[in-house]
């Protein structure tokens, strides 16, 4: 699935996050998410990492909005379905 390269982008930014905020909960239920979409086949239906890519939005806003003390300590910067459509319309 072409998500895979967004999700590894992900993870990374993720993973400098906990270096700073080890083991916050947020940020270790996006590392969750994200390896669980990784673990989808490749024969899964679309709509299922759709849904999964907005679990994983969703994760990410929270983050965001409620625990980021400034903008450099942001996930993404992305609007809800700037993912979706970036990742699986290629």
């Given at each position: 699935?072409?998500?895979k390269?967004?999700?590894?982008?992900?993870?990374?930014?993720?993973?400098?996050?906990?270096a700073?905020?080890?083991?916050?909960?947020?940020?270790?239920?996006?590392?969750?998410?994200?390896?669980?979409?990784?673990?989808?086949?490749?024969?899964s239906?679309?709509?299922?990492?759709?849904?999964?890519?907005?679990?994983?939005?969703?994760?990410?806003?929270?983050w965001?909005?409620?625990?980021?003390?400034?903008?450099?300590?942001?996930?993404?910067k992305?609007?809800?379905?700037?993912?979706?459509?970036g990742?699986?319309?290629?």
């Amino acid at each position: 699935m072409r998500c895979k390269p967004a999700l590894r982008s992900m993870r990374s930014r993720v993973n400098e996050l906990l270096a700073d905020w080890e083991d916050h909960p947020t940020l270790v239920e996006v590392i969750t998410v994200i390896d669980r979409i990784s673990a989808f086949p490749v024969t899964s239906p679309v709509m299922r990492y759709v849904t999964g890519l907005e679990v994983l939005v969703h994760k990410a806003q929270v983050w965001n909005k409620y625990f980021v003390p400034n903008r450099q300590a942001c996930i993404v910067k992305l609007n809800n379905r700037e993912l979706l459509s970036g990742s699986l319309n290629k």
